[in-house]
């Protein structure tokens, strides 16, 4: 059972903006119903060129309403500059947070979005003529959605690129496709990333980064999830710490210290740390 946010309940139980705008500037359709998500949102500028309306007709589950329902509202008042600027981040945001399962209900919001304004400029966007190579074709997803998706969300796992984007979602041949292209934009990120401090840091030093790292880069992530990272101590390169909130029982647990948690703290503190989860201290990953 996913654990949604009063804030989503609400936007799922009381959708704001329903419905066509029959004089609508512009209007963006993304997703299939043979896919299972589909939604089309309709905006109506005013005078100065800003969003006065936004309505939105969608098929899907209660966070792809929710995450609809949420985005018209944050469109409304902005130029068309200012909304392209919104995120999923941004939009499962406004909501709390989404299960991590239903993310790609904020990034299909994100897409409508994109499609609408691009058609109210001119620029074309047929929604049947995919952009870059198709890798899932349950889903209809190509790289360049599941690159960008990697890059925005900083996503680790090939579980939650099929959770952003619903590739792999369906009958899974595509997983090893998936898994090249997560390895190349990792790769590509890593070469990209700064280096890590090369002096050599005492330990309160260390601590110091550790816990700087953890509060500005890990947690936030973490909380956007609906989980939590608390540090309980340091020993020498060894970091104790404890998973809160839906990161306690999260089947992906261990996945994510080790490869968002231990990795984070490897390539901005020291390449040697070790973290360790301290309700099972017994486990050294």
């Known amino acids: 059972m996913w654990d949604y946010t009063d804030k989503v309940k609400d936007h799922f139980m009381n959708p704001r903006n329903v419905g066509k705008i ?10 299939s119903l043979a896919c ?26 209660g966070s792809a309403i929710a995450s609809s329902s ?31 399962e239903k993310m790609h209900c904020s990034v299909m919001g994100r897409e409508a979005l994109e499609a609408a304004i691009n058609s109210y400029r001119g620029i ?27 890059h925005e969300n900083n996503i680790g ?37 700064p280096a890590a401090p090369s002096k050599v840091l005492t330990n309160l030093q260390r601590i110091s980064l550790i816990k700087k790292v953890i509060d500005e880069e890990l947690r936030p992530a973490l909380q956007a999830d609906g989980g939590d990272l608390e540090l309980l101590d340091v020993e020498g390169k060894k970091v104790l710490v404890s998973l809160r909130g839906a990161c306690t029982n999260c089947p992906s647990a261990q ?18 740390i070790e973290v360790v989860e301290e309700v099972k201290c017994t486990l050294s990953i």
């Open 22 to 31: 029959d004089d609508a500037d512009a209007v963006g359709e993304v997703g």
């Open 36 to 61: 299972g998500d589909a939604l089309k949102l309709y905006l109506k500028l005013d005078k100065d060129g800003l969003i006065e309306k936004a309505t939105f007709q969608t098929f899907g589950c």
């Open 70 to 100: 949420a985005l018209t509202e944050m469109v409304k008042g902005k130029t068309l500059d200012e909304a392209l600027k919104i995120t999923n981040k941004d939009i499962a945001d406004f909501l709390g947070g989404l299960p991590k």
């Open 124 to 150: 074309k966007s047929d929604i049947h003529e995919l952009e870059g190579e198709l890798v899932c074709e349950c889903f209809g997803v190509t790289d360049t959605q599941i690159r960008r998706a990697i």
């Open 157 to 193: 796992t090939v579980e939650d690129v099929t959770n952003f984007t619903k590739a792999g979602g369906g009958c899974g041949r595509c997983l090893e496709r998936i898994d090249e292209i997560l390895k190349e934009e990792l790769g590509a990120k890593q070469a990209k990333a």
């Open 255 to 272: 996945i994510t210290l080790k490869d968002v948690v231990q990795g984070k703290l490897r390539e901005l503190v020291d390449p040697e």
